[in-house]
């Protein structure tokens, strides 16, 4: 059946290149959207065709998901457009220039990535596992052996927030102007079953694919049905003042958690192996809790207001 | 693996040449993660290719997909506020900007 895999591996290639394609130059900024999110799905399959399965779940909750609903939401807000072609039809033809360094450019990175020497981290990452405290080996890499580097993810997570907040509170209403009457029973049927997932993928990060990361993202999601079904339940700073700190709360613990193994003679973010089990979950369960919340307050897109008009919307 | 090493370089050329040619920032942000995405399946394949699979390049896949969301967020905002903005004075739509 060797045939059948490249010939899948094969139609999965030429689909992502038309789809981004499609996703830059199809007609209608809707268009594009909507081939920018089929683009992530197909994505998701082929990371499953490269044995990442961790990639794999992060994409389709994040990079389809979340992307997508950040950008259809940025589209409704966007204003009209004003006629003009979307893309430059001078610049874009303009042939003596683009296809000789396109061709280049094209042949020079295929070259680089054939030749490119694969890196050999599995024999020592699978070695040190017995002392990472959990079974999965890209639990362990993030949280445990380069637990700085997801430090810093969530750091940034947090800045983008910061950052989107300080633009200015929040004017429009987030809701559709005609919700769907359905949408808010199925939102409360649905939103348990968010949690649900949320909390299995959380669980099964220590010793199988899945992890902080697509379980905040579930989670998210689950807020962001809620926020579009009507409900304001979240971040004013009237009513919810002290929840916000659950925004911070990962990159808190995870500071805290480098810093107080320096304190029983370890180095920075060196777990001792008896503890890493525990501390790693500890972690998860927090980073998850605040991406969950990251990512519903980017998408929000400003900051909230003090208290939410609970008036219904014109 | 080698289809999915062309697509990773068809994918970063695609994304560049997005990035510079389309006018509309919503377009420019798309083609931006093309880009990222196309990194990320280099990344990707070239763990595959190693013996045993590599997990580290997967962390950093896993890590660079939340930057790369974080930015994105970050871009649309900047990106719709300058639109409005732009408008703000002869357009239809005002902004309430206090």
Known sequence: MAWATVAFDLLLAVGLGWLAWQSMHGTGLFRAVVSFMVFGLLMALAWVRLDAPDIALAEAAIGAGITGALLLSALSRWPEADGSPDVDRRRRWAPGFWMPTAIVLLSLLGLAAWRLPAPGLGVETAAALGLAGVDNPVTAVLLNFRAFDTLLEIGILLLGAVVIWSLGTLSQPLAPTAPSPALPALGRLLFPAFVLASTYLLWRGGHAPGGAFPAGAVLGAGGILMLLAGARPWLTSDEHGPWRWILALGLLAMLAAAVGVLAVGQDFFQYPPALAGPLILLLELTAGLSIALLLFALYLGGQPPVRWDRGPTP | ?98
Not at chain 2, 23 to 36: D, E, F, G, Q, W
Not at chain 2, 71 to 77: E, G, K, P, R
């Open chain 2, 1 to 98: 693996m080698t289809p999915y090493l062309v697509l990773a370089a068809v994918l970063f050329v695609l994304g560049l040449h997005g990035l510079f040619v389309c006018r509309h920032p919503l377009r420019k942000i798309l083609a931006l993660n093309v880009l990222t995405t196309a990194v990320f399946l280099l990344l990707v394949t070239v763990a595959r290719l190693a013996e045993p699979l590599d997990p580290v390049p997967h962390a950093m896949v896993l890590t660079g997909i939340v930057v790369t969301v974080s930015t994105t967020a970050v871009a649309l905002a900047l990106a719709a506020r300058l639109a409005a903005f732009g408008r703000g004075t002869g357009g239809k739509r005002r902004t309430d900007g206090s």
